[in-house]
């Protein structure tokens, strides 16, 4: 079988490591990915963290609203696991530049101008896709910059939601398009990928940590004819090239 299949490393890698660290996005390259998804914030001092929770709580040493700490304070803790440092998008786009490509998904609505001018000064604008759940936002990203890729995450959408696209794009009637749509893996079927092709949109999957058997999930959803495959685990990005390898 030969596929173009995105394989993207969710926040890097979940697997053995510490998300959304610069640690989790090299193990993700070594391990074969052509993509590493992250999440970005803000803090007090307008500074841009990779993060994926407002908070500090779940995955640090620390605790407290990111958006009420200057980086300066946010620098004193790490990753809960193994201390790694809580990221700036600077560091990691200068650090992996020309080594693997960006997936950003932005948490925050009013971050869009920040980015695309952090991205634009690294000039990494063919090499990233802004995903978030909010479609006014990427409408903005996408009319500012029309050849800029864009995901649309449409799990906890907030205004198209799946329903209402699998309606509209099954009739051909969707307003915007997005170059892609990520949905959680339990709710992707072959309607979801159909209709996405349809409408010339790259269908993306996401969320395989809590299954016994994710691999067996990926193989189907990739027999399906899925886009891109967002790995929570690093290992996994090896075992499916070498099975694609033998199909």
Request: hydrophobic share 40%; glycine share 6%; net charge positive.
């Amino acid at each position: 079988m030969t596929t173009k299949l995105l394989f993207i490393g969710h926040r890097g890698t979940r697997a053995n490591t510490d998300e959304n660290t610069v640690e989790a996005f090299k193990k993700a390259l070594e391990f074969g990915a052509n993509w590493v998804e992250f999440d970005v914030r803000k803090t007090k001092d307008e500074k841009i963290v990779i993060i994926h929770d407002s908070t500090l709580d779940r995955t640090t040493t620390g605790s407290g609203l990111m958006k009420n700490l200057d980086y300066n304070e946010v620098l004193k803790y790490g990753t809960k696991n193994h201390k790694y440092k809580i990221p700036l998008l600077t560091e990691t786009l200068k650090n992996l530049k020309g080594r693997i490509k960006f997936m950003i998904e932005l948490k925050e609505d009013d971050l869009k101008d920040i980015i695309l001018d952090l991205v634009k000064n690294y000039n990494l604008l063919d090499d990233c896709i802004f995903s978030g759940r909010n479609l006014t936002v990427l409408e903005y990203i996408k009319s500012a910059y029309p050849n800029s890729k864009i995901c649309y995450n449409i799990t906890k959408g907030l205004e198209l939601k799946i329903g209402d696209f699998l309606t509209l794009g099954k009739l051909k009637m969707l307003k915007f398009k997005p170059d892609m749509i990520s949905l959680r893996s339990n709710l992707v079927n072959v309607d979801f990928i159909n209709i996405c092709h349809a409408n010339n949109i790259k269908s993306l999957a996401w969320d395989f940590i809590s299954y016994n058997n994710p691999l067996s999930i990926i193989k189907s959803m990739i027999n399906m004819g899925i886009d891109g495959i967002m790995f929570d685990d690093h290992r996994n990005i090896v075992k499916i090239k070498r099975w694609l390898e033998k199909t």
